[in-house]
């Protein structure tokens, strides 16, 4: 199945070599012709690929050298690399020691507009639905009757649409969660000449949850879908994640439909994968755990951004870089203080094998400078070697998949939707944060009583089972913990940590963007 998939991404990055262009309001350019590209059926699939492989790879000559999107490095600008910085950096989870421009800012809650990461991520959200937005234009039922395509086809592409509309609300989602007010551009907008105006937050939401209700009757059935494709238990995740953080998104919560769409997440063919690490390593497209993954391959879909940063920067020091599948580490990646207290024990003598693969050999708890790898606890936490220890199939790049939506995510969220009001039982509630305990542990001596399940547990919890997957910021939001309250190391540029405004809940948009489109608006405080 990895290997299908792989090979769909591969034939459509050859087929479609789209030209960079991150205005939603002009068509992607492509180095073949509309007369003569849809003559071969297998091109829709082929031009569906291309809207996955944006999640997966950062241009079309590899790793390097022909990027979608310009104005940053191009292993940099690789879209879920920015997006799990964006998610983590700034929180309690994870510091990186580098100095290149941007990065200490998002260590530390200091950008500003002209940071090169949150205009970066703009850049590729929209190109994501620039992208989408064009499939659908020339899969409409007028322009394939117009081809002469047989209706057996005209049903497989209707499949197809409904997954370039799912990727395009994904995108949407990334956009309204990290900018806010954000320009809504559909397939039905003219091109050319006219400038996009700014929807608001709410807007944006609403059309992103219409969208996925409309779509996911379309979609495969709930576990069908090729690997590294969506289907409708992919629309449920993403709902559901909707739905809780919709009081942050519009000001009215919506913890009923939260608890509603996790239901139908957990009733699906899902279930915990008994090796946790494996989700985490190369043969995780075989966990049964996965609803929704990244396609990585070493051979096949190189990025310097991707699993190839999450798996090299989170090595250095004393850590032996083979025993992870790679060549070498990057020194960079490591735990904030306070992700470390998180557990009770760390390292190889930890209960939890949530914390056991923590590497501590001098490696120090603080963090008195974030330039230093060996200020603060690693996390090997994504690894270049199959469950069993096998290396992956190149040690420059990764054949891990990011894991994008799993199970026990829903679990949490089912969890958390329950204690805020939004219906079904405290008794399942607590059964499955208990199971999820029961995995960490091996046995029933993590498990907790009824009196411990309280929102600050939850927020620990998912701190413990999602550590590093690209939630924390959401969830401190969600929480109200990340400007105005909670403290963590460096928070605020300083070695204790301090608060900061509430504008830093959103990013501010491009300062490019705005020079270019006189309609936006800048988000409050940049």
Same mark, same amino acid.
């Given at each position: ?77 690789? /879209?879920?690399?920015?997006?799990? @910085? %964006? =998610?983590? #950096?700034?929180? *309690?989870?994870? !510091?990186?020691?580098?100095?290149? +421009? &941007? ?101 944006? /939401?609403?059309?992103?949850?219409? @969208? %996925? =209700?409309? #779509?996911?009757? *379309?979609?495969? !059935?709930?576990?069908?879908?090729? +690997? &590294? ?298």
């Amino acid at each position: 199945m990895k290997k299908l998939t792989r090979t769909m991404l591969v034939a459509g990055c050859a087929l479609l070599a789209a030209v960079a262009c991150t205005d939603p309001t002009v068509a992607p350019k492509s180095t073949v012709s509309g007369a003569n590209i849809f003559s071969d059926p297998g091109s829709y699939r082929a031009f569906l690929a291309k809207v996955y492989s944006g999640l997966a790879i950062s241009g079309q000559s590899g790793p390097a050298g022909n990027p979608d999107i310009s104005g940053i490095d191009e292993g940099f600008g690789q /879209y879920f690399r920015m997006l799990w @910085e %964006l =998610n983590e #950096l700034p929180t *309690d989870e994870a !510091a990186l020691a580098w100095g290149d +421009y &941007g990065v200490s800012d998002l260590n530390t809650q200091t950008w500003g507009s002209s940071n090169p990461f949150t205009s970066a991520m703009y850049g590729r959200i929209y190109f994501q639905v620039g992208m989408a937005n064009e499939f659908l234009r020339q899969t409409t039922d007028a322009v394939l009757a117009s081809r002469g395509t047989t209706a057996a086809l005209t049903a497989t592409i209707k499949t197809y649409r409904a997954e370039a509309r799912f990727l395009r609300a994904l995108s949407y989602w990334h956009g309204l969660d990290l900018y806010g007010a954000i320009p809504l551009v559909k397939e039905t907008d003219a091109l050319g000449n006219t400038l996009p105006s700014q929807s608001s937050r709410a807007d944006v /939401y609403n059309y992103v949850v219409s @969208e %996925l =209700n409309a #779509l996911r009757a *379309d979609l495969p !059935a709930v576990g069908t879908a090729e +690997y &590294g494709r969506v289907d409708q238990g992919s629309a449920a995740m993403l709902l559901a994640k909707l739905y809780l953080n919709a009081g942050v998104y519009t000001g009215t919560a919506n913890y009923a439909g939260a608890v509603t769409e996790a239901a139908k997440v957990i009733a699906g063919p899902y279930h915990l994968d008994n090796n946790y690490l494996r989700m985490f390593s190369t043969d995780n497209n075989t966990s049964p755990e996965m609803i929704f993954a990244v396609p990585q391959d070493g051979q096949n879909i190189q990025t310097w951004g991707g699993m190839t940063f999450l798996v090299h920067a989170s090595v250095g020091g004393d850590m032996d870089a083979s025993k992870y599948g790679i060549n070498g580490g990057w020194w960079g990646l490591r735990l904030k203080p306070e992700a470390a207290a998180f557990f009770p024990v760390i390292g190889a003598a930890s209960p939890d094998v949530r914390s056991k693969y923590f590497f501590t050999q001098n490696q120090s708890v603080s963090m008195g400078s974030l330039g230093n790898f060996q200020n603060g606890i690693a996390a090997p936490k994504f690894r270049n070697v199959s469950s069993t220890g096998v290396p992956g199939s190149d040690q420059n790049f990764a054949d891990t998949d990011y894991p994008m939506f799993r199970l026990a995510d829903a679990y949490l969220m089912y969890a958390e939707g329950v204690l805020r009001g939004g219906g079904g039982t405290r008794a399942q509630a607590l059964a499955y944060v208990n199971a999820l305990r029961d995995r960490a542990y091996g046995n029933a001596t993590g498990e907790i009583a009824d009196a411990a399940l309280t929102l600050d547990f939850l927020l620990a919890e998912r701190g413990r089972e999602l550590l590093w997957e690209g939630t924390r910021r959401i969830d401190l939001i969600r929480y109200g913990k990340f400007s105005t309250t909670g403290v963590w190391a460096w928070k605020g540029n300083t070695l204790a940590g301090k608060t900061t405004e509430s504008f830093h809940d959103l990013y501010p948009l491009p300062a490019s963007e705005l020079l270019t489109n006189p309609k936006l608006k800048q988000n409050t405080g940049y």
